[in-house]
């Protein structure tokens, strides 16, 4: 009997002992875990792609709002002639020529509301197309250096992250230098 309780003491001890070691083999045989973030806002604002990109979004805007100041100074004209030449016209007149300057501002409303959804439409393509590259660019830096994730600082939730972790840097530096070869 003792000789039982002995071997079969024995065999559980040999027994961990083999877990143990099969497993610390498969741990030591497993990558370590890497996990980063990159802030893509800062990439986009900063990378000279995107930099350009604003600028184009920003110049259409001023062209738009060129116009946009025509009108209303056109429409301002035509309210300070109403106001002078009110006591001359006829009371017909009058109310044509205020009926006027409401549909031109109704006009110049409508065209406002019109460049405003238009630009940020295309504000918002421009960035579509720049997280499209982004993306990739971040996929091949991550496969590239062996990490097992990497998530976006603004909006992933991530509250803390050690400086070490903070990819932004050089994903900006491969995505400048990426996109300077194309």
Known sequence: MMRTI????WRLFWGAAAV???ASVSWAADPPVRFGFVDLQAVITQSKEGQAAMDKVKAEAAEKQKEITAKEAEIKQMDADLQKQAAAMSEAAKKD????IRRKLRDLKRVTEDVNRDLAKREGEMVN?????LTTVIR???KDKGYT?????????V?????AADLTKEILERYNTRRSKK
């Open 140 to 142: 091949d830096y991550g």
């Open 149 to 157: 994730l990497i998530v976006e600082k603004g909006q992933s939730g």
């Open 97 to 100: 020529r205020e009926e006027e």
């Open 159 to 163: 509250i803390y992250g050690n400086d």
């Open 20 to 22: 143990v070691l099969t």
């Open 6 to 9: 002995c071997g079969w003491r």
């Open 129 to 133: 197309d720049l997280l499209k590259d």
